[in-house]
Antibody, heavy 119, light 107 residues
Framework: QVQLVESGGGEVQPGRSLRLSCAAS????????MHWVRQAPGQGLEWVAV????????YYADSMEGRFTISRDNSKNTLYLQMNSLVIEDTAVYYC????????????WGQGTLVTVSS | AIQLTQSPTSLSASVGARVTITCRAS??????LGWYQQKPGKAPKLLIY???SLQSGVPSRFSGSGSGTDFTLTISNLQPEDFATYYC?????????FGQGTKLEIK
């Protein structure tokens, strides 16, 4: 069964850092591009970043480039999102998602992990 | 970045009805568009990819159409479990962008 499980969320003060993890199982993780998407409370979905299957290519949303870093460890079947210089507006549920092979759609998604940036 | 504009932003309909949600792109994206359903407190779920292909396991009352800049998601014979928020997502280029969402409520 294909599964993605995020972890690492929590409450953090503005300016601090946090690293999210996404543990993958039930598929050959090393052959899929992976994405992070976030959703602020009561708001819509916002794409964050993508990493290629081998980690050689990465793209970011403009508002997060330079502060966020996406990475992966294919030996551990795990995706990461390092978030630095966090601001209150980064408060959101963060989802990881697999990019489908036969299109570029996202399926499945993890259950999400909540990051709260608050002083 | 490509902007996606969904309409309407909210919609009320009855069980058994047919509804259509529209997504308009600010530039042509061929058929590189997906539709997602999200229920409160849950992760989004892929319904349609490639503008019109039904994801495995998704009921056939969901259908998608369009190409270029104009796309539609149609739900026929609405069921109680279909009341949710729907998003379009373009996978034509980076940065990926979502529509703002359409909340479908029970009338």
């Amino acid at each position: 069964q294909v599964q993605l499980v995020e972890s690492g969320g929590g409450e953090v003060q503005p300016g601090r850092s946090l690293r999210l993890s996404c543990a993958a199982s039930g598929f050959t993780f090393s052959t899929y591009p992976m994405h992070w998407v976030r959703q602020a409370p009561g708001q819509g979905l916002e794409w964050v970043a993508v990493i290629s299957y081998d980690g050689s290519k990465k793209y970011y949303a403009d508002s997060m480039e330079g502060r966020f870093t996406i990475s992966r460890d294919n030996s551990k079947n795990t995706l990461y999102l390092q978030m630095n210089s966090l601001v209150i507006e980064d408060t959101a549920v963060y989802y990881c998602a697999r990019e489908v092979v036969y299109s570029s759609a996202f399926d499945p998604w993890g259950q999400g992990t909540l990051v709260t940036v608050s002083s | 970045a490509i902007q996606l504009t969904q309409s309407p932003t909210s919609l009320s309909a009855s069980v058994g009805a047919r509804v259509t949600i529209t997504c308009r792109a600010s530039q042509g994206i061929t058929n590189d568009l997906g539709w997602y359903q999200q229920k409160p407190g849950k992760a989004p779920k892929l319904l349609i990819y490639g503008a019109s292909s039904l994801q495995s396991g998704v009921p056939s009352r969901f259908s998608g159409s369009g190409s270029g800049t104009d796309f539609t998601l149609t739900i026929s014979n609405l069921q109680p479990e279909d009341f949710a928020t729907y998003y379009c997502l373009q996978d034509y280029n980076y940065p990926r962008t979502f529509g703002q969402g359409t909340k479908l409520e029970i009338k």
